[in-house]
T-cell receptor
């Protein structure tokens, strides 16, 4: 069964450092997303991406965040200067269509900022 | 008022029991509704969509009441493997899979 894969599974970084989280969405999916979940809290939408551009982003997704699809398979989330409050599980997801609500999530990348 | 509100639980039930979870949402313009399941420290996985006409998938039944802005999930004949957190999820008025998640209801099924 096709799946969304994410790397790294866990990254520890110092405050102020740049972090890149990588995702390989399901190959025939056209819509890509990043969500995050702070420990003990709900899953929160960060950004959606389609046709090589951001479709929508949340208030959390400020200038410190960026996304990119550098080639035909990878989808990355970059945090330019990490803060303590960026510590969370970051989930990449993809979907075939835009409004179905059927998202396939990767296993997540746990980011710990010290 | 929270956008999506759920009782956090935990619900501790014996194997074979029937258990029901409820959820309310605040945005009356929300378009579509779902239940996701999340195992401990794992990713969310779609369990089922929720329709006003009701939706049944095996032991699971989901229901939507748009007038009351209320969503339910019923699990019959619960199994040990049903132990997880059940997330009520709403697709906003703008669609686009900008999903709003509830904090989840934890279910523990015991022998």
């Amino acid at each position: 069964e096709p799946e969304v894969t994410q790397t790294p599974s866990h990254q520890v970084t110092q405050m102020g450092q740049e972090v890149i989280l990588r995702c390989v969405p399901i190959s025939n999916h056209l819509y890509f997303y990043w969500y995050r979940q702070i420990l003990g809290q709900k899953v929160e939408f960060l950004v959606s991406f389609y046709n090589n551009e951001i479709s929508e982003k949340s208030e959390i997704f400020d200038d410190q965040f960026s996304v990119e699809r550098p080639d035909g398979s990878n989808f990355t989330l970059k945090i330019r200067s990490t803060k303590l409050e960026d510590s969370a599980m970051y989930f990449c997801a993809s979907s075939r269509a835009q409004n179905t609500g059927e998202l396939f999530f990767g296993e997540g990348s746990r980011l710990t900022v010290l | 008022r929270k956008e999506v509100e759920q009782d956090p639980g935990p619900f501790n039930v014996p194997e074979g029991a029937t258990v029901a979870f409820n959820c309310t949402y605040s945005n009356s313009a929300s378009q579509s509704f779902f239940w996701y399941r999340q195992d401990c420290r794992k990713e969310p996985k779609l369990l089922m969509s929720v329709y006003s006409s009701g939706n049944e998938d095996g032991r699971f039944t989901a229901q939507l009441n748009r007038a009351s802005q209320y969503i339910s999930l019923l699990i019959r004949d619960s199994k040990l493997s049903d132990s997880a957190t059940y997330l009520c999820v709403v697709n906003g008025a703008g669609g686009g899979n900008k999903l709003t998640f509830g904090t989840g209801t934890q279910l523990k099924v015991e022998l």
